[in-house]
């Protein structure tokens, strides 16, 4: 099974305080990390584009899911777009999810 961590588990429950959503929403991203597989994601863990997805949704399911389908076309441009595709994106992605 795909390890969510435990510190994108407690962003999750609170982005998406719904016991249910959030566990829907670990399972999409369970999902697509399957998906994409190990060439899919050359030079890019899992906790890192799981997490580019939640801090890009900010809370919103819908949003979550347009974002889970387009990342399974580029997820580049999404670590792009919530500042984790630079070499500091530890950092950043400490302040994220503390």
Do not use: C, N
Not at 14 to 37: H, I, N, T
Request: proline share 4%.
């Amino acid at each position: 099974m795909i390890e969510i961590t435990q510190r994108l588990q407690r962003r999750i429950r609170r982005d998406f305080p719904e016991a249910e959503v959030a566990k829907d929403v670990e399972s999409s991203l369970r999902l697509m990390v399957w998906k994409l597989g190990p060439d899919g994601m050359t030079g890019v863990g899992h906790e890192r584009l799981m997490a580019a997805v939640v801090i890009h949704a900010r809370g919103d399911v819908r949003r979550l899911r347009d974002t889970v389908s387009l990342e399974q076309l580029d997820w580049r441009d999404l670590l792009v777009a919530t500042y984790l595709a630079d070499s500091d994106f530890p950092q950043y992605l400490d302040q994220e999810l503390p």
